[in-house]
């Protein structure tokens, strides 16, 4: 099975920048998705941002987060990362990073279903980001 590291997070100011890292190991197919999602306490989990391993201008984002954060994928490294620009105080939040193999046969994800999190069946450990004002 997959397996999902998580690194990064922590507390910043509004206004500031993080970065978090997701490697990842267990490999099955040279084809995937891999998205980043949160989760703040009492509410539903929400899709952030999400790439094709096969298509490096195919990403998906929120509408609250587009143009302020940007997703990447570094293939030698096997390591997904968010950048996380002009932080507000609502960007607080459980982020999780998570992955699903695809088929080679197969189509990639629609965006729709790119940020929805029953798409996916492996799971980092999750890492929190704290916006303070």
């Known amino acids: 099975d997959m397996q999902l590291v998580q690194s990064g997070g922590g507390s910043v100011q509004s206004g500031g920048s993080l970065t978090l890292s997701c490697a990842a190991s267990?490999?099955?197919?040279?084809?995937?998705?891999m998205g980043w999602f949160r989760q703040a306490p009492g509410k539903e989990r929400e899709g952030v941002a999400a790439l094709d391993s096969d298509s490096d201008d195919s990403t998906s984002y929120a509408d609250s987060v587009k143009g302020r954060f940007a997703i990447s994928l570094d293939k030698a490294k096997n390591t997904m990362y968010l950048q996380m620009n002009s932080l507000k105080p609502e960007d607080t939040a459980m982020y999780y990073c998570a992955a699903v193999n695809i088929a080679n046969s197969e189509p990639s994800l629609p965006p729709w279903l790119l940020l929805n999190q029953e798409a996916y069946g492996y799971w980092g450990q999750g890492t929190q980001v704290t916006v303070s004002s």
């Open positions: 267990g490999f099955t197919n040279t084809r995937y998705s």
